[in-house]
């Protein structure tokens, strides 16, 4: 069966917000086997709702609406949807005790318009909203769904786990897809795709792959719309572990792992532990690695040494080295290096030194510039990047690159 | 006029990649007075891209796609754009060239499929893309024009910034859309929707507000399709200056500007400096500073103390009070907040300590449980937070909570 995703709201075309709600909702019911098909954003416009409503549902059996029932006078779904059913808003029990408790439990007091949000039109179902005041409705039209629901990401995602997976599987008999994503690191897209030409060409006929570019991290995804899973998936595992074995050193795993997720789980399994001595990514490294549940048990710090005294105090870099090699050099970074791993006294110690951009840059020391190091009970090895123009892309790739050295070295041993 | 986005490629159905192309395409645009009307997502799938980009132009005299343009076989937007206009794939001599630089800077080599990027639809004028292997194409058809870029932002934005809004600005003769954003903290929608409900009553008919929600900020959008700038203009900013008599506390500026940048500028212009002793944030707090450029300015240092025995060994906490009032706790908080003051010199030190969950959580302290400090040269203050259940809600919302109160303590004094 197929789905469409209508996100509604000013702010996404006018761009203030970024919808990251549709990724993952596509990414939620595929595991589910529904296929969405479309994505459409449309502004606070009666007309235009309806009309993409009225076009989704001659395409699609699924219709999954998220946004625009805020409390506030701009947010028009809610009204529209009553209008689109042809029904009228009635107050529900639920929802309003619901928004009683929520309100309660957050100390604010129980307004007027609060208590609208538990009006809802007569013909749908409500699917709660345990962490806000916008009830989610469910509305059926000859077989087919309409949903709509909150746009804040974190109260629709809730709703879609604890109540809609559940209310779409009964109602709709599911078709399989199978698909499962091996990330590769540091080959660019076209290298990669003549490198394993041979073995694109080998795949079978209902195997699907596609090319997903990121920063640094190319994911191939093969997918089959198959009944048969357990075959399917077999032959998807020789796949992917043929290619494995062409391209050993930039396969970083399967699925939704990260550069930092696998690098994450190798030092939980040798029970081994990092710290970080971060200057130009400014704690992003530290916060990728934080951002991943059972940090404590191998992060046992980060220091973000911003200024040369930063480094000096905390890390104990020496201050002649920065004078003679520059505060942006291997030295330097090997010094980061060594003295965050001594300070914590762990396995290994990373640090970046760098000059992000857009400003800041001599002549010696380019906007780019970055220097990696990565201190093992082994010895401590350095490099010297130059990276791009844009202060942002530099602190992510300057990441990337110090966390992939960090995999490398692990490896090693 | 208008114009609609269409995106192209699985990866964005299948919710793999999030689309942040659209929204920062919609902001660009609205400045130069185009105004996004619709953004529709479609699959690698020929017939799909043609019936969408027929939908399109029928409403809209602009249509920008991006993606599927990449080198790989399952990109297919070039191809089906040589077929939609009718014409055949030509070598683009500027396009080649332009690869083969990219291509020697980045030492890798000059394989076929990098020489294939070159190939564009004949009837297309070439927008050189400066950052990448994939030609951006601009076509006319009958007075409308549609737009293909690659789907990897940075270098879809800097073929945006470079070339295409001049060529958009000389086809069409953009109309006026004025709009200014004011940025609220700390007062949810529905709460502030009433506070403010006599001012907006008082809004002349020709201006639109919207409620642009984030966690913890709500952002007022005041828009009008004027074209007397300087009047519109003028009404906006009496408009706002009424709203931040209404609101102080909670009135942070405009624009883009966000909970951090507004306290970046307050120290800058005080020339105060800024030290960050993060636990349960995990250098959250430390990547929001310095992924603004000019950090480095009045960010001297963060430390990421995971671990208690960093929290001591760093910070200068004491052990026994870790013992008594446990880990996370107002105690610490304070003195990792004048630890890190201390140990940096500067003139404020913040600190988060808590439990981000899903684990971790003991019985005294359950997951959401987060205290922050601030030190300042007036003295220290806590505060004890009881977030949600929800990892990365929490390691935002202690984030932007510690950014607040050390906004409150500045402006104090």
Known sequence: MTAEIITIGDEILIGQVVDTNSAWLGQKLNEYGVQIVRITSVRDDKNEIIETLDSSLSRSDLVLITGGLGP????????????????????????????????????????????????????????????????????????RIVVSMPGVPFEMKAMVDDYLIEMIKRHFSLRNIIHKTAITYGIPESALAIKIEPWEDSLPEYLKLAYLPNPNCIRLRLSAYESDKEKVMKVIDEKFAELQKMIPESFLGYGDTSLEGVVADMLLERKETLSVAESCTGGYISSLFTAMNGASDYLTAGVVSYTVDAKVNILGVNREDVDRYGVVSEEVAKQMAEGVRRLNGTTYGISTTGIAGPTGETEETPVG?????????????????????????????????????????????
């Open 369 to 413: 510039t970055v220097c990696i190091g990565v201190a093992t009970p082994h010895g401590t090895i350095t490099r010297k990047f130059m990276f791009g123009k844009l202060r942002n892309e530099n602190i992510k790739r300057a990441s990337a690159n110090a966390i992939n050295m960090l995999r490398m070295e692990i490896k090693k041993h």
């Open 72 to 143: 506030t006078k701009d947010d028009l779904t809610k009204k529209t949807l009553a209008e689109y059913f042809e029904c009228k808003l009635v107050m529900d029990e639920g929802a309003y005790r619901n928004i009683e408790n929520l309100v309660r439990e957050r100390g604010f007091d129980f307004n007027e318009l609060k208590q609208q949000q538990a009006l809802v039109p007569e013909k749908c179902t409500v699917i709660p909203n345990l962490h806000g005041t916008a009830p989610g409705m469910w509305f059926e039209k000859e077989g």
